[in-house]
Structures are given as structure tokens and as C-alpha cells.
């Protein structure tokens, strides 16, 4: 018989911190790429990588899952949150690749702050999920987060809701609206993720505190 995994042996909390760190990580080189306002393609491609590592850690960690005999969460909820991080880092990949794609080299107001607030958004992701290995000592903390969190998306949505609408309202370029359309909603998308997180983790929270 194989050795039998509890989580006197395996951190699951510690599951979620790493998958946050590649998230981060994704985030930050996505901003470093567009720091200097022309996008520097070295830094994207660095992204695919980061994605990579974190589909390996995401398959690792389902393999531990099955075969547990104990876990601190619901098997369903340590997936869930495991799958819903991974989405952010997918998230960050489609914007990188999605520029890279379409040519675009240059930066723009609108696209530094949507950088900007993804960055800040992963940044917080993985604040809560460190701060989640001691939940039931650390509630105060996680829901200023997760309260952080969500501001994060809501500027977000209202930056996206303006953005589209200078964008609709001022470009005739038909091509750059299309581009600029699909961007927008990929930083959306991905801001929108790590809410999802966040939300994942305020419900079980609520049902073990």
C-alpha cells in the first residue's frame, strides 16, 4: 500500500501560497514589461514559463488531494481555490500573449492602470493566502483583504466601463478598437479572478470560524 498522506505531513495552506507566488510573479513581470512605456517582449515571454510552473504545481497538487486520508478543508474547497488561483495565472498568460499576438509594443495610460490594480490584486491574493494558514487566529485580517480585494475589482469594473467608452467614443481606427476591446476585457477577466479567490475563501471562512 502507498504511504498515506495527512496534513500532518503535507501544508495544504501552504499549497495555496505557492500557487499565489506564481500569480504575483506573473503580475509582476507583466508590469515590469510595460514599465518604460514601450512593452519589452523578453518580459512577456518570461510569463509562459511562469504559467508552466504553475500548471505542474496545480497537478501536483491534485494528485496529494487524492489520495489524502486527512485535509484541513473539504477536498471540493482545496480545489476549487487551487483551480480558481491557477485561472488568475492564466489570466495574466492570455494578456501577455494576447499582446504579443497582436503587435503591440507600446503602452498607454489605460493599459498601465489595468497593469497596475492586476499587480496590486495578485499582490493582496497572496497576502490572504498566507495570512489563511492561521484562519481561525487571522480572521481580521483575511477580511480586510478580502474587503481590499474587492475594492481592487470594483475600480476595475469602473475603470473598464470608462475605458471602453473613451475607446468607442475617440478611436476610429477599427483594428485598434478591436485590439484594445479584447485587451480591456482580458484585464477585466483577470482582475475578476482574483475576486473569485477571494470569494472562495470568505465563504469557507465563514463556515469554520
Same mark, same amino acid.
Given at each position: ?45 518570461? %510569463?509562459?514559463? /511562469? !504559467?508552466? @510552473? +504553475? =500548471?505542474?504545481?496545480?497537478? #501536483? ?87 481590499? %480585494?474587492?475594492? /481592487? !475589482?470594483? @475600480? +476595475? =469594473?469602473?475603470?473598464?466601463? #470608462? ?47
Amino acid at each position: 500500500m502507498g504511504k498515506m498522506i495527512s496534513r500532518k505531513t503535507i501544508d495544504y495552506f501552504e499549497m495555496f501560497v505557492k500557487s499565489a507566488t506564481i500569480s504575483r510573479d506573473a503580475s509582476v513581470k507583466l508590469k515590469e514589461a510595460f514599465s518604460d512605456g514601450v512593452i519589452n517582449v523578453e518580459e512577456l515571454k518570461l %510569463i509562459k514559463t /511562469l !504559467e508552466h @510552473e +504553475g =500548471d505542474l504545481h496545480f497537478h #501536483e497538487c491534485l494528485k496529494i488531494i487524492d489520495v489524502a486520508f486527512i485535509t484541513p478543508i473539504d477536498r471540493s474547497d482545496l480545489v476549487a481555490i487551487l483551480s480558481g488561483i491557477e485561472d488568475v495565472t492564466d489570466s495574466i498568460d492570455s494578456i501577455s500573449s494576447s499582446f504579443y499576438m497582436m503587435c503591440i509594443t507600446g503602452s498607454s495610460d489605460y493599459f498601465s492602470k489595468f497593469v497596475d490594480l492586476l499587480a496590486e490584486s495578485c499582490e493582496k491574493l497572496l497576502e490572504l493566502t498566507v495570512e489563511l494558514k492561521q484562519f481561525k487566529k487571522n480572521h481580521i485580517n483575511i477580511n480586510k483583504l478580502i474587503i481590499e %480585494i474587492n475594492r /481592487l !475589482e470594483e @475600480e +476595475g =469594473d469602473k475603470y473598464y466601463g #470608462e475605458s471602453m467608452r473613451k475607446l468607442f467614443e475617440q478611436e476610429s481606427n477599427a483594428i485598434t478598437v478591436i485590439k484594445n476591446k479584447e485587451l480591456y476585457q482580458l484585464f477585466e477577466c483577470a482582475i475578476d479572478c482574483c475576486e473569485d479567490v477571494a470569494d472562495m475563501i470568505e465563504n469557507i471562512i465563514v463556515t469554520k470560524t
